[in-house]
């Protein structure tokens, strides 16, 4: 199984809405990545997690807070968003954060719409 | 600082050779990744590179030169499939860790 999930595939929320967004892997990797790309732009690196820790979170706005359940798990809580949040948030994981090189396993995203 | 450069967009023949180029200037270089994007879709896992020369993988092969700076994506017998945006990344042992993604190169295939 080399697949990572994510749910909701497609979300709309207004400014004053709360929101999660959830991503799942079952191929026993260790680190966790939160990505927000916008339309013809590489994806923009978040957070990530390392064996259920926070090890970087790249001066995200505090509207965006992550979470990881379980060595399996991975949700970004959205509150009070801004129309400019609106893009697509790709999960992906890999197996290890450091001491090698490990490609990372993307999820599908949600298309987040802020409205 | 750090910069990665591909072109924006290229476009090819169907059953033709297209080859993607990047270049990049940053510290603590750990290898080179090529992603391909489907408009919509996440990223998926090409090649990865660690060190000079050239890996072969079916259609697809990358090509690195450390001390130039430089990597390249050579797509074979091209496929209306292929139509995709193409992105290097840099794996970088120092700031954590981090990919630092190229801006990406759409490939139109024609027919």
């Known amino acids: 199984d080399t697949e990572v999930t994510q749910t909701p595939k497609h979300l709309v929320m207004g400014m004053t809405n709360k929101k999660s967004l959830k991503c799942e892997q079952h191929?026993?990797?260790?680190?966790m990545y939160w990505y927000k790309q916008k339309a013809k732009k590489p994806p923009e690196l978040m957070f990530v997690y390392s064996y259920e820790k926070l090890s970087i979170n790249e001066s995200v706005p505090s509207r965006f807070s992550p979470e990881c359940p379980n060595s399996s798990l991975l949700n970004l809580h959205l509150h009070a968003l801004q129309p400019e949040d609106s893009a697509l948030y790709l999960c992906?994981?890999?197996?290890?954060?450091?001491?090698?090189?490990?490609?990372?396993?993307f999820g599908p995203g949600t298309r987040l719409t802020v409205t | 600082g750090q910069n990665i450069d591909q072109p924006t967009e290229m476009t090819a023949t169907e059953g033709a050779i297209v080859q993607i180029n990047c270049t990049y200037q940053t510290s603590g270089f750990n290898g080179l990744f090529w992603y391909q994007q489907h408009a919509g879709e996440a990223p998926t896992f090409l090649s990865y590179?660690?060190l000079d020369g050239l890996e072969e993988k079916g259609r697809f092969s990358s090509f690195l030169s450390r001390s130039k700076g430089y990597s390249y994506l050579l797509l074979k017998e091209l496929q209306m499939k292929d139509s995709a945006s193409y992105l290097c990344a840099v794996f970088r042992r120092d700031s954590n860790y981090q990919l630092i993604w190229g801006a990406g190169t759409k490939l139109i295939i024609k027919p």
């Open positions: 191929m026993g990797h260790r680190a």
């Open positions: 992906a994981s890999s197996q290890a954060l450091a001491g090698g090189s490990y490609e990372q396993y």
């Open positions: 590179n660690v």
